[in-house]
């Protein structure tokens, strides 16, 4: 894995891993190269759409008692032409599919049982200038909270409504297929290692702290 920078500009740092040889989820496609997204708490400068405009990833943390952290998706886009307040305005990206708890969602977060992460996402993004993609990782709770069980990974690609459906948003992440894990596991994020090799890090860490200048 390629080692991240310490510039603050670059909120999302970039490891290229191997979605292949390690990876064991039923239904995992062949070997292929992914570029994995880290996002940190705060505010990710990100080319959603991989055409090089401008989108960012908000990530926030609820404390206390059940605390997750949310990923808020934003693409910026020209205004309406007769909106005479901005040029440019933020968007948000929101989830569809048919999931119970994903259906038109402006945002993802995570839920912890035991000690153990049991949602958590990757972003990744498949091939160069392409747009990415959202793998949301979950795992139901079995007769113990941390027991380990199966993990299901749904796999969100993101889409641009060119025909403007009524009622569906200019882009959005839908729903294109699901995984399986071969294994149980007490955290998704240790699934995802395992199953996907795409790393332990989940959503929501602390961005790396820059170094001292030199004297």
Known sequence: ???????????????????????????????????????????????????GRRGQVVVSRRTGEGGYDTALFQVREYADPRDTTSAVEWQLIPFFGPD???AGEDLVRTTESG????????????????????????????????E??????????????????PGTPHFLFQRARELRSSGKHCDVNEAFARELNLGRSGLGGREPAMSAPPS
Do not use: H, W
Not at 148 to 164: C, M, Q, S
């Open 115 to 146: 000690g153990c992460r049991t949602t958590d996402i990757r972003l990744v993004r498949p091939a160069a200038r392409q747009p990415v993609q959202v793998i949301v990782a979950r795992r139901a709770i079995g007769a113990s909270l941390t």
């Open 100 to 102: 119970e708890r994903v």
């Open 1 to 51: 894995m390629r080692s991240c920078g310490a510039v603050r500009a670059l909120l999302a740092c970039v490891a290229l891993v191997s979605l292949a040889a390690t990876g064991r989820a039923q239904g995992v496609s062949p070997p292929r190269r992914y570029a994995v997204i880290q996002l940190y708490n705060g505010t990710n400068v990100v080319d959603l759409i991989g055409d």
């Open 148 to 165: 380990p069980t199966g993990v299901r990974f749904v796999v969100y690609e993101l889409r641009k409504n060119d025909e403007v459906t």
